[in-house]
């Protein structure tokens, strides 16, 4: 057992604009939880789907909605969003528009997830549904190229854990890892609809020798973050955040850490969390804002801590907004915020080369210049 005490690593913490203008890396962004509100109108209108507000409303009635304190109401908006995707045009509009918007918020690096099996409806295949978005993916990219500001994009494909076509998406992934894709994922309720029903899936990934992050102790608890690990062999673990509850907080010599949090810190097992996000679905009892988030005493004890969005549209937030956000909870720094995005980086689905790239030649010296 070992305890930190250390929140703040710099006694300063860091300022709006340094918290602009540090590079970003987002490994856990919803695909169709970042869609412009103004998006979504638009297209709502050409399809003829009825949207819940009025277009100057709608980015409220989302933030709104998504904030029930439960995981399965918050999930009930992305019927809109998923509404408006479902045409190629459509997909790749609103991959461009991320890739656009977290690059003008200073992402450099970022893996974008979606459900490929929930796109089906206009009548296009899973691979032409891939295509799509790495076409919205290419030119956004191009695009903030010439605008200064250049991002690496992969797309994380998603199987929804209560259906199941977690096997075909799996094979997907692999089909497409040369052309854009970079991960498996598996989201949606988690009570209920435990990692190990999509076993067949990880095993398969792992014969192939690719990556896959798992939706975790979000709106589950311990057995949920022992599957994902454990059973499934997961990279990395969505959330995470319940993993607080195999960590002793009454033991007299500090915070004491049981067997699976150990595993997890030693393993150097990349926590990808999502602040407000997990305040909106009460991911833990009793947080009432972001300094009550455990994200703060998990950095303490050295896991390997990464922030996120999950949704930026439900959540109403950006990256520099949840990196505020902790600012103002835990006095962070920018070497602490550096150290959240270096670890990110590290936890990428990204060649190990080009990761170092990134570390080395555009987050290390943008943080120094900050
Ligand atoms: O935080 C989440 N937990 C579980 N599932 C989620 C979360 N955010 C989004 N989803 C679901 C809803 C989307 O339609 C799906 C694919 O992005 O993933
Ligand atoms: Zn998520």
Known sequence: MTSTSTSATTAKPATPEQVLRAPKVALHEHLDGGVRPATVADIAEQIGHELPAAPDQLGLWFADAASSGSLPRYLETFEHTVAVMQRAEDLARVAKESVLDLAADGVVYAELRWAPEQHLAGGLSLPETVEAVQAGIDEGRAEARAEGTPIVVGQLLTAMRHAQH?????????????????????????????????????????????????????????????????????????????????????????????????????????????????????????????????????????????????????????????????????????????????????????????????????????????
């Open 166 to 370: 977690g096997l075909e998406i799996a094979e997907l992934v692999v089909q497409y890892r040369d052309r854009g894709v970079c991960g498996f994922d598996i989201a949606g309720a988690e009570d209920g609809f435990p990692p190990i029903l999509h076993l067949e899936a990880f095993e398969y990934l792992r014969r192939e020798n690719a990556h896959f992050t798992i939706h975790a102790g979000e709106a589950f608890g311990l057995p949920s973050i022992w599957q994902a690990i454990q059973r499934c062999g997961a990279d990395r673990l969505g959330h995470g955040v319940r993993i607080i509850d195999d960590i002793d907080l009454a033991a007299a010599d500090g915070p004491r850490l049981g067997r699976l949090a150990s595993y997890i810190r030693d393993k150097r097992i990349p926590l990808e969390m999502c602040p407000s996000s997990n305040l909106q679905t009460s991911a833990v009892p009793n947080m009432r804002s972001v300094a009550d988030h455990p994200i703060g005493l998990l950095k303490d004890l050295g896991f390997r801590v990464t922030v996120n969005c999950d949704n930026r549209l439900m959540s109403g937030t950006t990256m520099s907004r949840e990196m505020q956000l902790l600012v103002d909870a835990f006095g962070y720094g920018t070497d602490d915020l550096r150290w959240f995005t270096v670890n990110a980086m590290k936890s990428a689905f990204l060649p190990f080369d080009e990761r170092l790239a990134l570390i080395n030649d555009v987050i290390k010296p943008r943080y120094a210049a900050l």
